[in-house]
């Protein structure tokens, strides 16, 4: 005979506290689907890696010459980087809406370590799809596109300054001195749409508006955004100093100049709306400009193909140690419970 069922006042309450939280995790079907992929994603990752190094141990490593000591220094720069770049980015979402900063620079590793592959633009979609799958905040597809449009403006916004010193200070042809004054004027356009888009979410006469409401909540104050902005921008002089750091590694010499040019070429490759790989893009955009202002083609590829292998090595660190935290956790979490 079946039982009757009980009301739900007389049913035993759920488990409260730290502990409960992770048997009510544990028991739900999604946190083993995050963990399968979790593995699935470091499985993919560590693949990458293994065929990078496979095929470079193959055709030449770009820095097998090179100094050890500035390599892993210009290595934990580009680390740092992913982390100043992820306080940053966290500013742009509302404070109930915030995903942590480990999964928004585990995001960042993952578009990277994608970026060697895909097509250029493609990483803005890695980014949403795995921070809509981490386990934590998850806001929705919207915000995330608008948080990444706002993170596009902010970085041109924070490499004006960076092309301003590359072009006055660089000894580079006139073509590359304008394309460095572009770059420095759409970092000023970029700051007029940041601190407008705020006064057009607040617009009365446009409120009737939905886009216009939606952006209202989720647009990011001129406080915040000034915030992210000195994060974002901490972030690229840190970058600029790993790619300094290169260049001595190299054999190329401590060219401030140099360094510049090749983080504004790369980084503006990054802007175009079709290309092919993201790295590949980057990586011949800035060996580009690497030549025109008086490097070997040789050296410039080669530097080009160092410092893109040591972003993604970089990102690859960032993606496995995020997905090795939260895996643990959910491993840690079902061995207290069993």
Not at 305 to 312: G, S, W, Y
């Amino acid at each position: 005979m079946r039982e009757p069922r009980l009301p739900r006042s007389r049913l035993a309450p759920p488990p409260c506290g730290a502990d409960g939280l992770t048997v009510r995790l544990l028991r739900d079907k999604s946190s083993r689907r995050r963990l399968v992929l979790n593995g699935l994603s470091a499985t993919v990752a560590a693949v990458l890696l293994v065929f990078a190094v496979r095929h470079f141990s193959q055709t030449g490593w770009p820095l097998a010459n090179a100094n050890p000591r500035l390599v892993a220094a210009a290595g934990v720069l580009f680390l740092l980087a992913y982390g100043l770049k992820a306080f940053g980015w966290q500013r742009l979402f509302a404070p109930d809406e915030r995903p942590g900063r480990l999964a928004l620079a585990a995001a960042a590793g993952a578009a990277s370590v994608g970026g060697a592959a895909l097509p250029g633009r493609v990483d803005d979609a890695i980014r949403v799809a795995f921070l809509r799958r981490y386990p934590g905040r998850k806001p929705g597809v919207g915000t995330l596109c608008l948080s990444l449009f706002m993170l596009g403006l902010i970085d041109t916004i924070a490499l004006a300054p960076f092309a301003s010193v590359a072009a006055a200070t660089g000894e580079v042809p006139l073509a590359v001195r304008i394309g460095l004054a572009v770059v420095a004027t759409a970092g000023l356009g970029a700051a007029g749409v940041v601190l407008g888009l705020p006064r057009l979410g607040a617009s009365r006469r446009l409120q009737r508006f939905r886009v216009v409401r939606w952006l209202s909540s989720r647009v990011t104050c001129a406080r915040e955004a000034s915030a992210a902005a000195v994060f974002i921008s901490l972030s690229w002089l840190v970058r600029a100093a790993g790619l300094l750091l290169l260049l001595g590694a190299l054999g190329v010499g401590l060219s401030l100049p140099l360094a510049l040019l090749f983080l504004c070429a790369a980084a503006a490759s990054g802007a175009l709306p079709v290309a092919p790989a993201g790295a590949a893009t980057q990586a011949g955009a800035g060996a580009a400009v690497l030549v025109a202002a008086g490097l070997s083609t040789t050296q410039a590829i080669g530097f080009a193909v160092a410092a893109q292998v040591l972003v993604i090595l970089a990102g690859a660190t960032v993606l496995l140690g995020a997905l090795a935290w939260s895996g643990g956790r959910v491993l840690l979490g079902r061995a207290l419970a069993a």
